[in-house]
Nanobody
Framework: QVRLVESGGGLVQAGGSLRLPCAAS????????MAWYRQAPGKQRELVAS???????NYADSVKGRFTISRDNAKNTVYLQMNSLKPEDTAVYYC??????????????WGQGTQVSVSS
């Protein structure tokens, strides 16, 4: 029953910004780590940024200084603020989270993905 839903994707010009929210819903007890991944055509899925429940963050070298990950534990939501976007940021962005449900079962979940396209 637990679901992750991303939104906020779209087309933007190079140098522009987008903010992607991902909301978790369902029979949730605790959300531990949350993260954003992306997959460009012909490439492997890669980790963009991650954040622990206490707020510790980690970023891919390619997005450091441009992207910011944050979370609102009360709303079970993680955000990815993307600034100074480049054409190479074009990809499908996926939300990911480690979640313990109300039956005390821990699992990793994926969202359906949202397309981000950056034009030059």
């Amino acid at each position: 029953q637990v679901r992750l839903v991303e939104s906020g994707g779209g087309l933007v010009q190079a140098g522009g910004s987008l903010r992607l929210p991902c909301a978790a819903s369902g029979s949730i007890s605790t959300i531990y780590s949350m993260a954003w991944y992306r997959q460009a055509p012909g490439k492997q899925r890669e980790l963009v940024a991650s954040i622990t429940r206490c707020g510790s963050t980690n970023y891919a070298d390619s997005v450091k200084g441009r992207f910011t990950i944050s979370r609102d534990n009360a709303k079970n939501t993680v955000y990815l603020q993307m600034n100074s976007l480049k054409p190479e940021d074009t990809a499908v962005y996926y939300c990911n989270a480690d979640i313990r449900n109300t039956l005390a079962v821990w699992r990793n979940y994926w969202g359906q993905g949202t397309q981000v396209s950056v034009s030059s």
